[in-house]
């Protein structure tokens, strides 16, 4: 089994920054792309980053320019941080991996219990 707790989140005023941190833990034998997704209040969960074991990234044009994710393969940890942040950032992040535990035959898509970002304007 593979377990990923979120931390970082908080409250944060307009043009402030924040850094979210996702470990992964458990039986893990490889962690192939991780990412950052959020979903804020009557709206659908979007992706916000996505970064590969190479350290290749993407973004959603929302955020492109003012965020960085990136990850720390030994700690089996991924970063998201988020600069000049705005209202409308606000929402609950979710990381997600996709990982192959110890002894599995398949990979699997593992998700994150969340973490409250509020930016207030």
């Known amino acids: 089994q593979v377990n990923l707790v979120e931390s970082g989140g908080g409250l944060v005023q307009s043009g402030g920054s924040l850094r979210l941190s996702c470990a992964a833990s458990?039986?893990?034998?490889?962690?192939?792309?991780m990412a950052w997704y959020r979903q804020a209040p009557g709206k659908e969960r979007e992706l916000v980053a996505t970064?590969?074991?190479?350290?290749?990234?993407k973004y959603a044009d929302s955020v492109k320019g003012r965020s960085t994710i990136s990850r720390d393969n030994a700690k089996n940890t991924v970063y998201l941080r988020m600069d000049s942040l705005k209202p409308e950032d606000t929402a609950v992040y979710y990381c997600?991996?996709?990982?192959?535990?110890?002894?599995?035959?398949?990979?699997?898509?593992?998700w994150g219990q969340g973490t409250q970002v509020t930016v207030s304007s």
């Open positions: 997600n991996a996709a990982a192959m535990p110890r002894g599995a035959t398949r990979w699997g898509d593992y």
């Open positions: 970064i590969t074991p190479g350290g290749s990234a």
């Open positions: 458990g039986s893990i034998a490889f962690i192939n792309a």
